[in-house]
C-alpha cells in the first residue's frame, strides 16, 4: 500500500467553504508528497473522466469520443486531440502573486490555460496510440477547481487515468510530477560555483512554494527567506523509463541545478505510480462486482 493513498469511505465532494475568502497558502515546513485522491468514472456523460485530490489541489478530468474529422488530410492514418484547459475563477485566491499560475487576472490566466493546451496536446500525441481511431479527434477536458500548487503534474494524471477509464490505448500510463528550486541566496551571480549547494528541491509543492520570486533585490524583512528560482514539470512514463514531456519556468543558476530538479521528479515518479495504480485497480474491481 502506497503511503500517499488517501483513502475515504465517502465520494469526493466539494466544500462550499472554499468560495470564501481564505488566506494564501504558507510554505510547508515538511516538503514532499501531499496525499492523494483518485475518483475514476466521475462523469457519467464522458467517455472516460477522473478526479484527482492532491493536498488542496482538485482537478478533473475527461475525455469525449473520438469523434469523426471531417477536415482530416485523408492520407493521414491518425487521429487528432484536442485539449481545453479551464482554471475556475475561485481556484486561486486573489493576492499580491497575481502574476503567477493560477492567477485571477483574467487575461492572465486565459494566457496560463492557453498554454496548457498546447503543452497537454503535444504531450499525449506520443503517449496515445492515434493510430487506433484515425481520421478522428478525441477530446480532452481538464477543469481546475482549487488551485494549490502543482495544477499541470496533477492534470497530466488526471488525464492519463481519464484516457485509462475510457478504455484508449497508450503506450504507458503518464505520471505528471513536478518540483521547485529553492534557495536563500538572494543574489543573482552567475558565476557562483556552489549555487548547486545553496538550493533545495521542493517535490510536490504547494503554491506558495511554487510561486516564483522574480526580484533579485527583496525588502530586508524578506531577505531571511527563501525564495523560489524555478518549477520543473514533468510527465514520466514509468514501464519504458522515459519522459514524455518536460516544462521549465523560471530561471535557474546552473544546468546542474536543473538537471538535479529533473532527477528528483524521476525518483518520486514510483511513489505516485503506484498509488495511481492500486486506485485504478479498486475502480476496476468495483466495475466487476
Request: hydrophobic share 35%; proline share 5%.
Amino acid at each position: 500500500m502506497s503511503l500517499l493513498l488517501n483513502n475515504r469511505g465517502l465520494p469526493p465532494t466539494v466544500s462550499w467553504k472554499q468560495f470564501l475568502p481564505k488566506s494564501p497558502t504558507k510554505r510547508r515546513e515538511k516538503r514532499g508528497h501531499r496525499k492523494l485522491f483518485i475518483a475514476p468514472a466521475l462523469i457519467q456523460k464522458s467517455r472516460g473522466s477522473c478526479y484527482v485530490e492532491c493536498g488542496n489541489t482538485k482537478v478533473v478530468a475527461a475525455v469525449y469520443g473520438p469523434r469523426e474529422n471531417l477536415k482530416s488530410d485523408v492520407n493521414v492514418m491518425e487521429g487528432k486531440l484536442s485539449c481545453q484547459f479551464v482554471i475556475s475563477p475561485f481556484a486561486t485566491v486573489p493576492g499580491e502573486q497575481a502574476t503567477t499560475a493560477g492567477a485571477a487576472d483574467e487575461r492572465e490566466t486565459q494566457k496560463l490555460c492557453a498554454d496548457y493546451e498546447s503543452f497537454v496536446e503535444e504531450c499525449f500525441c506520443s503517449v496515445v496510440d492515434r493510430t487506433k481511431f484515425p481520421k478522428s479527434t478525441l477530446d480532452l477536458t481538464v477543469l481546475v477547481l482549487e488551485n494549490d500548487g502543482g495544477v499541470l503534474a496533477q492534470s497530466l494524471t488526471a488525464l492519463s487515468c481519464a484516457i485509462t477509464n475510457a478504455g484508449i490505448e497508450m503506450h504507458d500510463l503518464l505520471i505528471g510530477v513536478n518540483s521547485a528550486v529553492l534557495t536563500k541566496d538572494w543574489t543573482n551571480d552567475d558565476s557562483q560555483s556552489d549555487a548547486e549547494e545553496t538550493c533545495e528541491y521542493s517535490i510536490d509543492p504547494c503554491f506558495d512554494d511554487e510561486t516564483i520570486d522574480y526580484d533579485n533585490e527583496p525588502d530586508q524583512s524578506t531577505a531571511d527567506d527563501q525564495r523560489t528560482l524555478s518549477v520543473v514539470t514533468i510527465g514520466y512514463l514509468p514501464n519504458v523509463n522515459q519522459i514524455a514531456t518536460l516544462n521549465h519556468l523560471g530561471q535557474c543558476p546552473s544546468a546542474e541545478v536543473l538537471s538535479t530538479a529533473v532527477k528528483k521528479c524521476i525518483e518520486s515518479c514510483p511513489q505516485v505510480y503506484a498509488a495511481v495504480q492500486t486506485f485504478l485497480k479498486q475502480d476496476a474491481q468495483n466495475e466487476d462486482i
